[in-house]
C-alpha cells in the first residue's frame, strides 16, 4: 500500500487583532517575547523588553501569536534614539535603538537560553561571566552589498524588496561609504547609458585589511554579461571579479584568531584541520604558528586562493575542495587524528558530522557559529559522541544586529 506524504499545515492567515502585552524578554532571531492573555507565547518584531505594544496584526497558531503590526505605547527605559536616521526602514540595524551594553548583555542571554533549552547543557557548567570578544560598535563593516534599481543604489527594506537610499551607513567604515558615495556620483552621470546597468542586480564593495582603498565587485543577474562600459568606467575601483573574502569585522575577526591561536599553543597543537576553511581565515596563522594543518572547504576558488598564499610564504598547509563529510570520512577512515580541529560551518550548523569529528579530534576543538540555535543543536550531538563544552563566549561580529555569533572550546569527555 502506497504511503501519503503528510502535508504541512497551510500558513496561519494574518488577522486584525487589538492586544497590549508588555515585552519581557529576547528571543533568536531578535524578536520581543510577550505573552498572550491565553498564555500563549508572542513574538513581537522590532520591540524590546520593558516596551508596552498594542499588537494590530498578527498570525494566530495553537501554541503561539506573531505579531505583524505593532504600536508603541510605552517605551522600554532602555530604548535610545538610533544614531541613523533610517534605523528601522533599511532592513540593517534593527537593534540600533538600544544601546550597545544592552545589546550585548541580551545576546549573552539568547546564547545562554539556547544552549540550555536546545542543547540540553545544565545551567552550573555554564560560566556566570562570559568573555565577550567586541569592537567599535559603528563604523566597523569593511563589505557592504547594495541593491541596484535603474541608477539607484540602496538596501531593501526589512521583509521587503523596497530600496531604501540610505544616506549614510554608520556601522560601515567611511572610507567603505566613501566609495559607494563615488559610485552613485557615477551611477547619476547621463552619460553612463542606462542599458549598461539593465544586467547588474547588486553592487558590493570590499575593503581588505592591506589594502589602500575598497575595490567593487558586480554582482549580475543569472546569465548576464560583463556590463563593458560600467566596467571600464570602475576601473580605479580596480577588482571587479572574485575578490579574495574579506571579513566584515576586521576588528574582532583579529580578537577571534587571536584566541584560535592560543588555543592550538595552550593544546601544544602540532597538527590542525580547519573545515569550512573558507580561504584560510585559521588555517593560514596557524600554518604561521607553525602547525601542520590541513584545510577543507566546498568553495573551489577559495582552495586555490588559500593555496596560492601557503605556496608564496612556504607554510606546511595544505587545502582540499569538495564536500566536509565526504573529505571527513576519508581522513576518519584513514586512521587521522588533529591536534586541533577548527570549524566554522554555514548557518545551518555542522549536522550529520558530528561523530566523525569526534573521531578526528586529538585534542581540542573549536567551533565558530553564527547562529545560537544551530549551536546548541551542534553541542549537544558532539556532546553525543563524546567531546564535552569547555568554554563559550560571545562574538560581536555584527554590533546594531541581532546577529549572535561565538566561540565554543570542546574537549574529548574522557580527559575533562
Known sequence: MKRQRSRRPAPAAEVSLDEVVRV????????????????????????????????????????????????????????????????????????????????????????????????????????DDWPILAGAGLGYRRRVRLHLEGRKLGFHSAQSHELVEVERCHVCAPEVWQAVTQLRELLADDTLDQSSLADVADIEVRWLDEAERPTVHLGLRPGAREPKELSRRLAEFADLGAADFV????????????????????????????????????ALPLGRLGVETLGVEGNREAVRRARQIASEEGLAVSFEGGDAKVLLSELAAQGRTFDLVVLDPPR?????????????????????????????????????????????????????????????????????
Open 24 to 127: 519581557e524578554d529576547l528571543a533568536a532571531g531578535g524578536r520581543g517575547v510577550a505573552r498572550w492573555s491565553d498564555g500563549r507565547t508572542v513574538f513581537v518584531p522590532g520591540a524590546f523588553p520593558g516596551d508596552v505594544v498594542r499588537i494590530k496584526r498578527g498570525q494566530l497558531h495553537a501554541s503561539y501569536v506573531e505579531a505583524r503590526d505593532i504600536e508603541l505605547l510605552e517605551p522600554s527605559l532602555e530604548r535610545q534614539d538610533p544614531v541613523c536616521a533610517d534605523a528601522g526602514r533599511c532592513g540593517g540595524c534593527d537593534w540600533m535603538a538600544l544601546p550597545l551594553a544592552a545589546q550585548r548583555r541580551h545576546k549573552l542571554g539568547i546564547l545562554r537560553q539556547s544552549l540550555q533549552r536546545v542543547g540540553r547543557v545544565a545551567p552550573e557548567r555554564l560560566e
Open 247 to 282: 571579513q566584515v569585522n576586521a576588528e574582532v575577526n583579529r580578537h577571534l584568531l587571536e584566541q584560535v591561536l592560543r588555543i592550538a599553543r595552550a593544546s601544544g597543537a602540532r597538527t590542525a584541520l580547519d573545515v569550512y576553511c573558507g580561504s584560510g581565515n585559521f
Open 348 to 416: 545551518q550548523g555542522a549536522k550529520g558530522l558530528g561523530a566523525l569529528l569526534a573521531k578526528l579530534c586529538g585534542g581540542a576543538l573549536v567551533m565558530i557559529s553564527c547562529d545560537p540555535v544551530t549551536l546548541a543543536r551542534d553541542v549537544a550531538d558532539l556532546e553525543k559522541c563524546g567531546l564535552r563544552l569547555t568554554t563559550t563566549m560571545l562574538l560581536d561580529m555584527f554590533p546594531q544586529t541581532h546577529h549572535i555569533e561565538s566561540l565554543s572550546e570542546f574537549r574529548p569527555a574522557a580527559s575533562t
